[in-house]
């Protein structure tokens, strides 16, 4: 559902709708990215029960409020804090499993489907090889079993990084940066 709002809203109103005519924009491409997504999220999903189900079984750090006595507590400043710390830790390591991904022997098989989209809409977002999505996924997985999270926290945490995700792939430059990814450049990286 919150894929479908998002990159219906982002095809709506953000998407730049010349951009089907590009050469590289394939036939149909946005059935056929919808279609891969549609594929690959039960899978995803599945691979992502056991860690669902250790957050569910208190395995994980995820918090109602932080006890005073926690060593993360630092004045209540945690619970400001555990944004930028959430977002740094999984942009690092993204960045090194879609880095791992690249390499030849797991590009062809696992990655190269995404990367078909060489002219991205907002529906290909997550239109990935199941393990593809499920191993760009796990930091937002591992980081409430290493640290300390509130639970409504990692729901907003977990709809902002969707909102990002179909962002990314809008193809509207709202940003050119060279630190922060934005649609600028995951656009180049798909078209290049």
């Known amino acids: 559902l919150n894929y479908f709002i998002c990159a219906g809203l982002s095809y709506i109103f953000v998407f730049d709708k010349t951009t089907v005519h590009h050469p590289k924009f394939l036939k149909n491409q946005m059935r056929l990215e919808i279609r891969q997504a549609l594929e690959a999220m039960?899978?995803?999903?599945?691979l992502t029960v056991p860690?669902?189900?250790?957050?569910?079984?208190?395995y994980s750090n995820i918090y109602d409020v932080l006890p005073a006595s926690s060593l993360w507590n630092l004045g209540g400043w945690y619970s400001l804090l555990q944004f930028p710390f959430f977002v740094c830790f999984t942009d690092f390591f993204v960045y090194w499993i879609h880095r791992a991904l690249h390499h030849p022997m797991l590009y062809k098989k696992l990655h190269k489907p995404h990367h078909k989209w060489i002219m991205p809409s907002p529906f290909a977002s997550h239109a990935f090889h199941p393990l593809d999505g499920y191993a760009q996924s796990l930091p937002y997985h591992v980081f409430p079993f290493l640290f300390p999270l509130q639970k409504f926290s990692?729901?907003?945490?977990?709809m902002f990084i969707n909102v990002w995700t179909v962002m990314i792939h809008d193809g509207e430059y709202v940003a050119n940066s060279p630190i922060i990814n934005g649609a600028a450049c995951h656009t180049m990286h798909h078209l290049y």
């Open 154 to 158: 990692y729901i907003a945490l977990f």
């Open 42 to 46: 039960p899978i995803m999903s599945a």
């Open 51 to 58: 860690w669902f189900l250790g957050e569910v079984r208190g």
